[in-house]
């Protein structure tokens, strides 16, 4: 080959390289395109309803307003406010309670439910379609349902200490029952979702690890705890984030149909409280600091755990 017919390939080589780059170029700028097209319509929704709301919120807290009157500004006093408010701390605490008391079982439960589904006993046909009914029953039907459970005078609870010649409990109206017995009814809310992840995480567990634990003569307990919980730990992790996040922000519902945060402030969390000095005490800027403060919290929980996650999977 001639030095010519040398330059004439490595320019036409150049050429094809050129071009194929162009190509992907472009391929990539469509893909781009037709991504952010289809997120389009969520991304509007979230700005509209998340991103929004949430700058009108942290603006308000700085202000004091009624709703009908021009706001006013007034500075960090309804942070000072909220600092020397005993009952906002008692809802803070209550909130605390409903993450402590809820988080772990939830956790412990839809484990040991979805290994149930997952290991196609006999009955769990039955298993499969029960888990799933919280989801397909709003907030609000769930909650009478539980409270009708709870029903000293009516539901199954109470006949059943009626049976056994004991005394019925007012559990709703009882400030050391109360908070637990809505902590048992928002676990068995999130069920569903924890036993979907779960699942998940276990169709990810490689089947051989099984076959030589059963050739080691590893029995079924030895094999749930040394190899399937372990196995699913970065699955347990998201969703004890998601769990907590959860417990703090979705117990407003709860309280507010089934106690309206009684007996006695037992079941006001930190949601519930912000409600009421929004609609009851028309104090819409101290709302927003609760509010603020409710978000600083989800967002500090979910900074960690990507913080925590980066860290492991190093």
Not at 80 to 95: E, I, P, Q, R
Not at 149 to 155: A, H, L, N, V
Not at 191 to 217: F, K, N, T
């Amino acid at each position: 080959m001639t030095a010519l017919e040398t330059k004439r390939s490595a320019g036409a080589l150049r050429r094809h390289s050129r071009s194929q780059l162009r190509a992907k170029t472009k391929y990539r700028a469509a893909d781009a395109a037709s991504a952010w097209l289809l997120l389009a319509p969520a991304l509007v929704l979230f700005i509209l309803f998340i991103i929004i709301p949430t700058i009108v919120g942290v603006g308000l807290s700085f202000y004091e307003w009624n709703f009908f009157d021009t706001p006013s500004f007034i500075g960090l006093a309804n942070f000072a406010k909220f600092a020397a408010d005993s009952a906002a701390w008692n809802s803070l605490g209550v909130t605390l309670l409903f993450v402590l008391l809820g988080v772990v079982p939830t956790i412990a439960l839809g484990f040991m439910l979805a290994v149930l589904i997952n290991a196609n006993m006999p009955g769990v046909g039955v298993l499969r379609v029960l888990y799933f009914v919280p989801v397909v029953l709003s907030v609000a039907v769930s909650a009478v349902l539980w409270a009708f459970i709870y029903d000293s005078r009516q539901g199954p609870i109470g006949a059943l200490l009626r049976l056994l010649g004991l005394p019925p409990i007012d559990i709703l109206h009882t400030d050391t029952l109360a908070l637990p017995a809505l902590v048992v009814m928002m676990v068995w809310l999130a069920l569903p979702i924890v036993i979907i992840l779960y699942l998940a995480g276990l169709q990810r567990v490689p089947e051989d690890i099984y076959s030589a634990a059963a050739l080691d003569g590893a029995g079924p307990w030895r094999t749930l705890w040394s190899i399937t919980w372990p196995n699913v730990a970065s699955t347990t992790f998201v969703v004890a984030i998601l769990e907590i996040v959860n417990y703090v922000a979705s117990s407003l519902d709860v309280s507010l149909i089934m106690t309206n945060g009684g007996p006695l402030g037992a079941t006001t969390a930190l949601s519930l409280y912000a409600y009421r000095q929004a609609f009851s005490n028309q104090d819409v800027g101290y709302a927003s600091v609760l509010s603020v403060v409710q978000m600083v919290i989800i967002v500090a929980v979910i900074g960690l755990g990507r913080l925590i996650t980066r860290r492991f999977s190093r």
